[in-house]
């Protein structure tokens, strides 16, 4: 059974930092790319990071240079460092499973953020 558990949510002042981290199980880790999306109350979810089996990653355009999205395959773990944090960086954040340029096959539950101002 496949699962990616995603925690380091919480509660973080403006301009704070949170590591967020996803662990992920019964599925071959290092095959798969993996995003990090996130949903803000009464939004539309959103892709926030991306990186692909190979290392590479990407940005959505709102947290470039502040977040860092990498990933240990040792651990089948990706993280998310996000840094300089805003109110509006404020939601419940996913981690997601896929291959190559397919829609994800997995989802974790998610981890929420909330960014005071």
């Known amino acids: 059974q496949v699962q990616l558990a995603e925690s380091g949510g919480g509660l973080v002042q403006a301009g704070g930092s949170l590591r967020l981290s996803c662990a992920a199980s019964?599925?071959?880790?290092?095959?798969?790319?993996m995003n990090w999306y996130r949903q803000a109350p009464g939004k539309e979810r959103e892709l926030v990071a991306g990186?692909?089996?190979?290392?590479?990653?990407n940005y959505a355009d709102p947290v470039k240079g502040r977040f860092t999205i990498s990933r240990d395959n040792d651990k089948n773990t990706v993280y998310l460092q996000m840094d300089s944090l805003k109110p509006e960086d404020t939601a419940d954040y996913y981690c997601?499973?896929?291959?190559?340029?397919?829609?994800?096959?997995?989802w974790g539950k998610g981890t929420l953020v909330t960014v005071s101002s």
């Open positions: 997601a499973a896929h291959l190559g340029a397919a829609p994800p096959v997995f």
């Open positions: 019964g599925l071959p880790f290092g095959a798969y790319s």
């Open positions: 990186i692909t089996r190979g290392g590479s990653t």
